[in-house]
């Protein structure tokens, strides 16, 4: 079992930035693929980005293609989202995943373990 909590969220001005971070209980934390999704009201969770469990490689959606910064701590067990230039539409809870593989994938239901949640409101 691995248990994520992230952090870092709340209000934002559109143009500002925020940096989520997800933690988690494992040590062997460093051997999880960790994704990053969003749900906005009334809408479905959508991916936002990943990354496997050396860093090398990473993915994002294209809505956040060059806004938004995944990174890796594997010593601390801790995934960090770096959101920059944020709009309106970036409103949403934003949850960390991860998965004991080092398979990236888009969809939700590749990971196994979620977080509960971390509110980010983009102001106009």
């Known amino acids: 079992q691995v248990q994520l909590l992230e952090s870092g969220g709340g209000l934002v001005q559109a143009g500002g930035s925020l940096r989520l971070s997800c933690a988690a209980s494992r040590r062997t934390f460093s051997r999880y693929v960790v994704g990053w999704f969003r749900q906005a009201p009334g809408k479905e969770r959508e991916f936002v980005t990943a990354?496997?469990?050396?860093?090398?490689?990473?993915s994002y959606a294209d809505s956040v293609k060059g806004r938004f910064t995944i990174s890796k701590d594997n010593a601390k067990n801790t995934v960090f989202l770096q959101m920059n230039s944020l709009k309106l539409e970036d409103t949403a809870v934003y949850y960390c995943a991860a998965d004991p593989s080092d398979v990236i994938t888009t969809l939700p239901a590749g990971y196994d373990y979620w977080g509960r949640g971390t509110q980010v409101t983009v102001s106009s």
């Open positions: 990354i496997n469990w050396s860093g090398g490689s990473t």
